[in-house]
């Protein structure tokens, strides 16, 4: 499963602070019935509130680590790991 940023995608519409709630990037995907937070923006998504029994569905499905797949680890509190527009 492999996701890359589009450089077509634009940082102006990037909404300003700390959170992504209201980012059109922001969105989440569903595995399994396992919602996962996900940036459209960074390609990434997030696999730091996995139960275990969450983990181990994940890795039978994706055959790999979901931590390495879903590296980001504060995007499921809408903690904006872009860096962009930060500046409140």
């Known amino acids: 499963m492999s996701y890359q940023n ?3 995608l634009k940082e102006d519409v990037i909404p300003k602070g700390l ?3 209201f980012c059109p990037y922001f969105t989440t995907l569903l595995i399994e019935e396992i ?5 459209i923006y960074l390609g990434k998504g997030d696999s730091g509130r996995l ?11 994706l055959k790999q680590d979901p ?18 527009n930060e500046d409140v």
């Open 6 to 8: 589009s450089t077509k």
């Open 19 to 21: 959170y992504c709630s």
């Open 35 to 39: 919602s996962i937070p996900f940036c």
């Open 51 to 61: 139960t275990d029994k969450q983990y181990d569905i994940l890795k039978t499905k």
């Open 67 to 84: 931590h390495e797949v879903f590296p980001l680890m504060i995007l499921w509190d809408s903690c904006k790991e872009c860096g962009i």
